[in-house]
């Protein structure tokens, strides 16, 4: 077996720059690796911490892509990988840094910071379905991988904001927030199964589509959720309408998606499919009194453009 340096020369590197129709190179804490893998005849099979990731072909090479934590520790890392008829290899790659912004959150209802005992077995309950949901992984040779921007409004709250609620840290916000009135229409990122449909505690009315090999969006506070569980969907299809339910404090749309189990930034996926931020100018003033007070510190700032929904994590 040649050594692992002599086989990465042969290997095509993305770098950091997107490639049209498929995801962005982002090994950081929340993002995802894409890491190029031996040519092959037959698909490889690649495992992260021994789990099992997405190997996909892409311009005549197969490459990982693996979705890190918000909590994976920079530094050197790798994957063991089966080449069919071949000898099982080790490939690395390394993990960079990355700092996210703090969100401090001041909450009128103290149930949306702590939850009452039998609020908390519901929410266990609901949080082992929804785990259990986006563990499966399905296996098809082209799991879809370019996402579409699915409702028309701003990002309003930004991936991996670390969140004090009431003075308390709490966990990192998961997905991202994107503004918009209730029954704004919601499309599906990309070809997808319809995972799960639900109506939860923190999510509100939820869906959850499955793009293949592991990746999940995670659509929640929806006001109607139009598709069914097993129902083929296509992207840009209308599967769901923009509401207020579960834990929030406004309309909006809280977009997770999760690949081999683990929350990763959206943007990833969506390459120049993202929109272009709107101009930093002063929202007008609220003609009511927000039932949160927020404040935010560097290095990355929410939006200016509309007032954030505080929403579930």
């Avoid at 209730?182 to 799960?196: F, H, K, L, N, S």
Wanted: proline share 11%.
């Amino acid at each position: 077996m040649r050594s692992l340096a002599a086989l990465l020369l042969c290997i095509p590197a993305l770098g950091w720059a997107a490639v049209a129709g498929f995801p962005l190179d982002d090994a950081v804490p929340g993002g995802v690796a894409v890491v190029a893998l031996p040519d092959a005849a037959k698909t490889p099979h690649a495992e992260f911490s021994g789990q099992r990731v997405m190997v996909v072909h892409h311009q005549g090479h197969w490459y990982a892509l693996v979705g890190l934590s918000l909590d994976t520790q920079p530094g050197d890392k790798a994957l063991d990988v089966g080449i069919p008829g071949s000898t099982d290899i080790h490939v690395g790659f390394t993990v960079m840094p990355k700092e996210y912004a703090i969100q401090a959150l001041t909450i009128s209802n103290p149930e949306m910071v702590n939850p009452t005992p039998e609020q908390l077995k519901r929410i266990d309950r609901e949080q082992q379905h929804l785990s259990k949901v986006t563990a499966t992984f399905r296996d098809t040779s082209k799991p879809a991988v370019s996402f579409i921007w699915p409702v028309k409004g701003p990002e309003t709250s930004t991936f991996g904001l670390k969140r004090i609620l009431n003075g308390e840290p709490k966990s990192p916000h998961s997905g991202i927030d994107i503004g918009a009135t209730t029954g704004t229409p919601i499309e599906a990122p990309a070809d997808a199964r319809v995972a799960d449909v639900g109506n939860y505690y923190y999510c509100g009315k939820t869906l959850t589509l499955d793009m293949g090999q592991g990746l999940f969006s995670v659509y929640c506070h929806l006001s109607k959720i139009k598709v069914s569980p097993g129902q083929k969907v296509k992207q840009g299809q209308l599967v769901g309408k923009i509401g207020a339910t579960g834990r929030t404090t406004g309309p909006n749309l809280h977009w997770t998606v999760r690949l081999n189990e683990v929350p990763v930034d959206p943007h990833v996926f969506l390459g120049t499919n993202a929109p272009t931020p709107p101009p930093t100018t002063p929202p007008k003033p609220a003609t009511v009194t927000p039932a949160v007070t927020v404040t935010q510190t560097p290095p990355q700032p929410a939006s200016t453009a509309a007032p954030a929904a505080t929403t579930h994590n």
